[in-house]
């Protein structure tokens, strides 16, 4: 079906927007937890500036994020040679890289899902396990994150939906490389740039449409199964 409307490159691009935000938004989703529990939970010194640098993302532009990684990341940069010579890890100019871009461009979509779930949990039902002998851990896996699922799955499909749309911080980190770089949203800049490209353009301007309609839809309909499951 797709090759009758999308070119082979095209559909490439679509492959690697996919492949490039479902890792994003995996490795990503530990760490968003962790920071939720963390921020909604606990009261700690320094909580105000954790609270900042997860947040951090939605502030400042995409480019500066992108800037951010290169000089940090890059292979002339210190930590990014260090990682190059030592493990042969190498993320600029690399789908890893735009994968990692993402991630952390689309990290407060899930925190901040994740958080207000858990900040909807009623405290009381800890405490009533934890008279009954729960452990932290214990009531971690079988109460918390299971009442937190439906923020945890809102939070992932949203960011999963807003990182095939993500682009200043992957073209300046891993520039437009085709089949190793150039997702949907470089796609359409180069389709842009290019004399007589404006009916690919189109094309993948409205399935950039279609595939975040999508995932709000699908976020929200996971998060109303859940919480149809769990009786909330």
Known sequence: MLHGWLSDAEIEALALSLRVSLVAVGVALPFAVGAALLLS??????????????????????????????????????????????FGIRFVFSWTGAAL??????FPFQVRAIRLALEAIDPKLSEAAETLGAGPLDRLWNLTLPLAAP??????????????????????????????TRTLPLAI??????PGGEAAAARLVALSIVLALAGLALAEYAAWRVRKMLGT
């Open 41 to 86: 939970r606990r009261r700690f010194p320094g909580r105000g500036v954790l609270d900042a640098l997860v947040h951090l993302p939605l502030i400042l532009p995409p480019v500066v994020m992108g800037y951010l990684l290169l000089v940090t990341l890059g292979t002339r940069a210190p930590l990014g040679h260090w990682l190059d010579a030592t």
């Open 101 to 106: 871009a993402a991630g952390i461009v689309t």
């Open 189 to 194: 800049y180069s389709a842009i740039q290019t």
């Open 151 to 180: 923020g945890i799955i809102a939070g992932a499909i949203t960011a999963f939906a807003a990182s095939l749309g993500e682009f200043g911080a992957i073209i300046t980190f891993v520039s437009n490389i085709p089949g190793e």
